[in-house]
């Protein structure tokens, strides 16, 4: 399931955290669980304290997720991973990516 987390991110856009539990058919704290997970393994990290919600006029750009009082974006580790899923490779968190 991480992997499908990490590819819903990659695919761009952004993502809040009720949107991305309600595509994995999981709660809002279970994503949240998640990209901390996705965070300790060094495919996002957290860019943020605070979402007022108002994305096109964000100063910090390039937020994936937003949500509880924190924002996550992709590191390389994570674009890596977007890219060769793209191609059809794994690159799977499940494995240390």
Not at 28 to 34: H, W, Y
Not at 56 to 64: H, I, K, R, V
Request: hydrophobic share 35%; proline share 3%; glycine share 20%.
């Amino acid at each position: 399931m991480l992997e499908e987390l990490l590819k819903s991110v990659a695919d761009g856009g952004i993502h809040s955290l009720r949107d991305l539990a309600g595509q994995l058919g999981v709660s809002p704290e279970m994503v949240e669980a998640m990209l901390d997970d996705l965070t300790r393994r060094g495919y996002l990290r957290v860019l943020g304290n605070g979402c007022d919600g108002q994305c096109a006029t964000c100063p910090l750009g390039g937020c994936a997720v937003a949500g509880s009082n924190r924002l996550w974006s992709l590191t390389e580790k994570g674009i890596h991973f977007g890219s060769k899923t793209a191609g059809g490779g794994s690159g799977s968190p499940r494995h240390g990516g």
